[in-house]
Nanobody, 129 residues
Framework: VQLQASGGGLVQTGGSLRVSCVFS????????VGWFRQAPGKEREFVAI??????????SELLDMRGRFTISRDNAKNTAYLQMNSLTPEDTAVYFC?????????????????????WGKGTLVTVSS
């Protein structure tokens, strides 16, 4: 399994960005996909996860995203997305996507930010003030 995140870049406060994660090496629809982020000098954080079919999505209970982030997937394109709106400098981080055949609770991912099996290299999102 390989994952490749892309779409990061520089955006102004209040702006929007969509990052993508392309999956390869196996059947995409067998895997749940999550997004995590790691800000400079900080621990990795769980952001969101979407189940294999795309019918269920879950968001971190620790991050104050207030509905600003939306996770989605397109199984026909082997791609998952994270739409980020109303960005603030606090959202500046490397964003990673991950995949796993198993799906656990939000509390699990909030307390185990490395708790998925397959990881891609991240994409840097920088929000300027």
């Amino acid at each position: 399994v390989q994952l490749q995140a892309s779409g990061g870049g520089l955006v102004q406060t209040g702006g929007s960005l969509r990052v993508s994660c392309v999956f390869s090496g196996h059947t995409f629809s067998l895997y749940h996909v999550g997004w995590f982020r790691q800000a400079p000098g900080k621990e990795r954080e769980f952001v969101a996860i979407i189940n294999w079919s795309g019918e269920k999505s879950y968001y971190s209970e620790l991050l104050d995203m207030r509905g600003r982030f939306t996770i989605s997937r397109d199984n026909a394109k082997n791609t998952a997305y994270l739409q980020m709106n109303s960005l603030t400098p606090e959202d500046t981080a490397v964003y990673f996507c991950a995949a796993d055949e198993s799906l656990f609770s939000v509390n699990y991912y909030d307390t185990h930010p490395y708790g998925m099996k397959y990881w891609g290299k991240g994409t840097l999102v920088t929000v300027s003030s």
